[in-house]
């Protein structure tokens, strides 16, 4: 009987010719030994599988009742769209004093420039 | 086994990592004494979105071509304090882990404002700014899908009057 790794050195042609030669006795048992040693899948895959499942539903549950959307602070479009306003107006507001110091910085350096 | 172990810890902190959002700040603050807390929904913004022409007198902002791309507001004020501490503790972790880009840093006496956005080259997906002035500590989460083009020209045109 040849060995894994002298079955493996064989080319194709040799495999085949093998296959084909009826003279090489075929062992009863191979058709069970293979099936034997086809990997069944482990005992602890399906309970892992839903286990993670559970997990994951029981996450995502928890995330969203912790964290429910907030009840809305006006009723009133009109007034919803002021404080948006003023939201922007405040943000603007910053941008513009970041925008004032860096020319004032420019000006700054352009007076500097000239004096050297 | 391992690795399922390992696949299902990295979703459980993935959907833990995505609670830290204004919505989270918010829920966690807003039922605090002393706290100014302002909420608008993404259904207020739609049907802000669908009244034609509104206009407000006051502040010289032009909403218009944002509002619709906008989907919530969360705006706390908390007076100076361990609460506010915490918050602000709060938000530069929310802004670390959201890999929030800074925007822009100001300091005026005392003063500091910070601004940052999450989101691509072309549209951003959250904006934050966090200041405090030693006597009071502001957040405000604005989120959407806002095109970053449209917001910086209105925060500019905004800035220059």
């Given amino acids: 009987m040849k060995s894994i790794d002298e079955i493996t050195r064989l080319s194709a042609e040799d495999l085949e010719r093998i296959s084909l030669d009826e003279s090489i006795p075929v062992p009863e048992e191979l058709s069970a030994r293979v099936q034997a040693a086809v990997r069944k899948p482990a ?5 892992a599988g839903i286990a993670a499942a559970v997990a994951t539903l029981l996450a995502v549950g928890l995330t969203l009742t912790r964290n429910p959307e907030p009840v809305d ?8 769209y002021a404080e948006v306003e003023k939201v922007f107006a405040k943000i603007s507001g910053t941008v513009a004093y970041g925008a004032e110091k860096v020319s004032q910085s420019e000006q700054t350096l352009d007076k500097l420039s000239y004096w050297k | 086994m391992k690795k399922l172990y390992i696949l299902v810890a990295m979703l459980l902190l993935s959907i833990t990592a995505l609670a830290q959002d204004g919505r989270s700040l918010y829920n966690k603050y807003s039922d605090y004494d ?24 006051g502040e010289n902002v032009n909403l218009g071509p944002i509002i619709k791309s906008l989907s919530g507001l969360y705006i706390l004020s908390i007076k100076q304090g361990a609460i506010a501490d915490d918050l602000a503790a709060d938000v530069n972790r929310f802004i670390k882990k959201g890999q929030y880009e800074l925007l822009m840093e100001a300091k005026d006496s005392g ?19 966090l200041s405090h002035d030693g006597a009071e500590t502001n957040f405000i989460c604005l989120d959407g899908t806002i095109p970053r083009d449209k917001l910086e020209s209105l925060i500019a045109d905004a800035a220059k009057d």
């Fill in chain 2, 111 to 129: 003063e500091v404002t910070r601004m940052y956005t999450v989101g691509d080259d072309s549209v951003v997906n959250s904006f934050v700014m």
């Fill in chain 1, 43 to 47: 005992r602890w895959a399906l309970p």
């Fill in chain 1, 73 to 80: 602070t006006f009723d009133d479009p009109y007034l919803a």
């Fill in chain 2, 34 to 57: 002393d706290v100014e807390a302002v909420y608008i929904s993404p259904a207020m913004f739609r049907l802000i979105g669908k009244i034609p022409d509104m206009e407000m007198d």
